[in-house]
């Protein structure tokens, strides 16, 4: 693999191999000394033109457990502000010797581009209303773990509920893709008005419909109202959408036993997901966190990694 761009670029074989490697890497969390010499001398420069806590966060931690030299650059206080442009920006970066650019941009295909530019490996840590790989693979990874849990192997058979402001979320489109490459089946489910272009050719089923597919779902993935991406209405109150799709402690108990709930954070309480549910004892929220960084180990090692093995 030479870059992480989307889900989109993934096969089978690859995404199951960033998956099993990552919970060789989860047992580095369990450590004392939670380091591993992988990736020692090679230099990843996390570049951040949005704002983003647990992403960033998660990615830094992942390469300094990798021996990696790991910085953060961010928009605000760069040359960036100053008006430089993306490219001239990533070829300074890159003629200094980075190995690997980790990306968050607010307009879609920027990594793609980046790569284009740069000598440097690049992963896409969600451009725009595109993809958002790393989180898609963290998701996958949780899921997984939980059916493990239960004694239940693999994707197959597994229906996968996606709930809320699909329109703005580049959660969605990646978890899709990696879905239909793992053989789960994704049920996408929002108002007519947070839907995207072209949903109906993504290879799922979409509904309306949450009290329909509730009992059925194996694993229900709560999407943020994205508030500040939204310059019109598209429902007519919060609380509205919360009788219609909000994940409340009624529906929290018309949930089929066993089934999980996710969420990639940050999590609008009271509006797309109650405190309830965000705190039930089959949330794997904080699974999914954990799960991050384990998962972005993996990815990193995949892209920059020798042959010596990750877990020396």
Known sequence: MRHLLGCADLSATDANAILDLAEEMQQVQSR???KLPALRGRTIVNIFFEDSTRTRTSFEIAGKWLSADTINVSAKGSSVSKGES???TMLTLDAMGVDCFVIRHPSSGAAAQVASWVRAQVVNAGDGQHEHPTQALLDA??????????GREGFAGKKIAIVGDLLHSRVVR?????????????VLVAP???????????GC???????AVLPEADIVMMLRVQRERMAGGYFPTEREYTAGYGLTEERLRALKPGAGIC??????????ISSAAADAANSLVLDQVA???????SVLYHLLGSDEGAMR
């Open 174 to 186: 990646s978890n899709v893709l990696l879905q239909n490459l793992l053989g789960g089946e994704v």
């Open 291 to 297: 799960s991050g960084v384990a998962v972005r180990m």
């Open 263 to 272: 969420h990639p954070g940050p999590m609008n309480r009271g509006v797309e």
């Open 141 to 150: 990874y949780t899921m997984r773990k939980h059916f493990r849990s239960l």
């Open 205 to 211: 089923q979409v509904t309306s419909d949450f009290d």
């Open 86 to 88: 993306l490219r001239d």
């Open 192 to 202: 007519p008005t947070l839907l995207p272009t072209g949903v109906e050719n993504w």
């Open 32 to 34: 004392p000394v939670k």
